[in-house]
């Protein structure tokens, strides 16, 4: 594959100046200046965060192959060395590095002691390679399968499975997807951050997956251990003035994570695909499960250690919120960046809005109902089981305008599979910028307002609210992209 890593190794600086930086793009003008010439991250900046990256077996450029096996296997986490079911032993699985454009071939075994799937959340995979039940026999233990597909887009995707989703997202299986084009514009030094949380007794021992019933599936499960590529409050180093690209992707099964980072400047740069158009304030980004983020962070101060913290969304709206928690450190320890940069370039990349002069428009209700002397979740008035013999049925080719309406009480997050949509509005305000998503903050008691294009890829798919726990409760429908 071709997706080595520059920005880690070689100072920001001099990439700049070698790739001719922003001028290659069609973003818009450059941003405030160059960069000083000679500073760098502090060495090894990020190794209190590395991530294992799958190694590739086809050493030919414009491809990807690798080795996956899912499997319990013994970690080390907060101290304890504890089994967690894990991709190759490793938490979170390793990550798959690649170039846009790239085959990526995942020769996937499984041995675990229940069947599993893998879907690839938010890659334009074909419709049966993407791991859900609409398009692939489960994968029984033993069983191995080869998934085959290209990554097409630039972004910070992930793969996990779908078939008991609750319990073997929450029990370690999940692994990060990092694209990179070698066009795009350089944007400081980039960090993968994988936030996830896990339920444990004291002693490290995984809750069974279905701890709490009913409850825990209505609530959502949150972990009591929030884990920051895999660690407990790791240590992330930086140089004041010189900007990192902070690639986060909350995959936990239900908390939402409210971030807080101190002592920086904070630009959101990038969404669940890629580049924004244009950067928004970052500081106290809201990260529902299944989303991204990508974050332009400049740290201001040298020879400060602050902690980037979690708080509470209250996605109850019960008008009380939890205490802060810590997630992991900044520790700005080199002296600053002769010139600095005091802001991320205005303009991010061109996204061109989808036509919808001439779109049908649909309604997707998420709401809850009683069934059986108990609270379900639902989609348009039926649960999943309810649903799943009449699929939602589009065109290829059509674009389409969907409100998603939130009628329960708390907050959900919905996820299409297959296609990344334009956001145009929540809650009665405008998307604030153009860019492409498929997992969504759906508030409590408002409408958003999408728009998708189902522009390739016929098949069966899916979409659900990505708060795990929701989907055992029935917030899950069907959807056929007929040819
Ligand atoms: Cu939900």
Redesign the pocket.
């Known amino acids: 594959m071709s997706a080595a890593r520059p920005l880690l190794t070689l100072p920001l600086a001099a990439l700049l100046s070698c790739a001719g930086a922003p001028s290659t793009s069609d973003a818009g003008p450059p941003d405030s200046g160059p960069p000083d010439s000679g500073s760098s991250q502090p060495p090894g900046f990020a190794d209190g965060v590395a991530l294992f990256e799958a190694p590739d077996l086809d050493p030919a450029p414009g491809s990807l192959e690798v080795n996956l096996t899912a499997k319990v296997a013994a970690v080390k986490v907060n101290g304890l060395t504890v089994n967690r079911w894990t991709y190759d032993g490793h938490l979170p699985g390793p990550t798959l590095r690649a170039t846009v454009g790239d085959r990526v071939l995942v020769h996937f075994k499984n041995e675990l002691p229940e069947a599993t799937t893998i879907h690839w959340h938010g890659v334009k995979v074909p419709a049966d390679m993407d791991g859900s039940e609409a398009t692939q026999a489960p994968i029984p233990p033993g069983g191995t399968f080869d998934y085959r597909f290209t990554v097409t887009e630039a972004g910070l995707f992930w793969y996990h499975p779908h078939l008991d989703s609750s319990t073997q997202i929450g029990s370690g299986l999940y692994g990060a997807i990092e694209v990179v084009d070698p066009a795009e514009l350089a944007l400081g030094d980039p960090v993968v951050l994988v936030l996830s949380d896990e339920s444990t007794t004291d002693a490290g021992v995984l809750l069974p997956g279905d701890e709490s019933g009913w409850f825990g599936d209505y609530f959502g499960r949150e972990g009591n251990t929030l884990l920051v590529n895999g660690r407990v409050r790791p240590t992330l180093k930086a140089r004041a003035g010189l900007p990192q690209r902070w690639k986060l992707l909350n995959a936990s099964r239900a908390r939402f994570y409210q971030l807080k980072i101190p002592g920086a400047q904070v630009q959101r740069i990038g969404g669940d695909v890629g580049l924004l158009a244009a950067p928004q304030p970052g500081n106290g980004v809201i990260l529902t499960p299944g989303e991204r983020a990508e974050l332009w962070v400049n740290p201001a101060a040298p020879g400060t250690a602050a902690s980037v913290q979690w708080l509470d969304s209250d996605r109850f709206h019960l008008g009380a919120k939890l205490p802060a928690q810590d997630l992991f450190v900044l520790e700005t320890v080199d002296a600053p960046a002769l010139g600095g940069r005091p802001a991320p370039p205005a303009a991010l990349r061109t996204i061109a809005p989808l036509d919808v002069a001439d779109a049908g428009t649909r309604r997707l209700e998420?709401m809850e109902k009683a069934q059986n002397g108990i609270g379900v979740?639902g989609i348009n008035g039926l649960t999943y089981d309810e649903s799943k013999a009449t699929p939602i049925m589009v065109r290829l080719g059509d674009t389409e305008v969907w409100e998603v309406a939130n009628t329960t009480g708390y907050d959900?997050?919905f996820h299409l599979h297959g296609y990344a949509f334009q956001p145009l509005d929540v809650a009665g305000q405008p998307w604030p910028v153009r860019e492409w998503k498929d997992t969504v903050l759906v508030p409590a008691k408002q409408s958003l307002h999408l728009a998708v294009r189902f522009d390739d890829r016929p098949g069966m798919w899916m979409l659900h609210?990505h708060?795990i726990d929701?989907v055992t409760l029935g917030?899950m429908a069907m959807l056929h992209v007929m040819p």
């Open positions: 998420l979740l959900h997050s609210c708060i929701h917030m």
